[in-house]
């Protein structure tokens, strides 16, 4: 199975979320979009693969979105992802493609979802909550 992770290391989600593809076996491709930042397309591409909307998509905390004026249910959807394409850090993380779809992994356990082998358990997060079992079985 190919997996790409759009990942922010500086992020706890993020880094839980690759933490479960690397314990389950996957070898990411991981895209460090903060440093390479978005092209329209594949930023589009991706939002529409999600079932996203740029709104859908803001990060709205930690991110210069208020700053901006982005929280204002007027701003366009255009608007909003020229500021994303200015600003990658407004995009929320971290997004997961695989086999199976494409997904905004908040909360990390969503990338369950997304891969068809789970990590030996137990497995916990970063935070210390069990997400997998000894038995192997998904908890959260």
């Not at 789970?118 to 038995?135: M, R, V």
Request: charged share 20%; glycine share 6%; aromatic share 4%.
């Amino acid at each position: 199975m190919t997996v790409t992770i759009y990942h922010n290391p500086d992020c706890g989600t993020s880094r839980n979320v690759l933490a479960i593809l690397e314990a389950a076996g996957y070898s990411p491709v991981v895209v460090e979009y903060l440093q390479t930042g978005w092209q329209r397309d594949q930023l589009l591409a991706l939002l529409a693969a999600a079932g996203l909307t740029p709104r859908a998509a803001l990060r709205e905390s930690k991110s210069p979105a208020k700053e901006l004026g982005l929280l204002d249910p007027a701003v366009s959807n255009d608007s909003l992802l020229e500021a994303m394409l200015a600003h990658p850090i407004l995009v929320n993380r971290p997004i997961v493609v695989t086999d199976k779809g494409t997904k905004l992994c908040r909360p990390s356990e969503a990338v369950l979802d997304l891969i068809d082998k789970f990590p030996t358990g137990p497995f916990y997060k970063e935070d210390g909550e069990l997400l997998i079992d000894a038995q192997g079985n998904r908890v959260a």
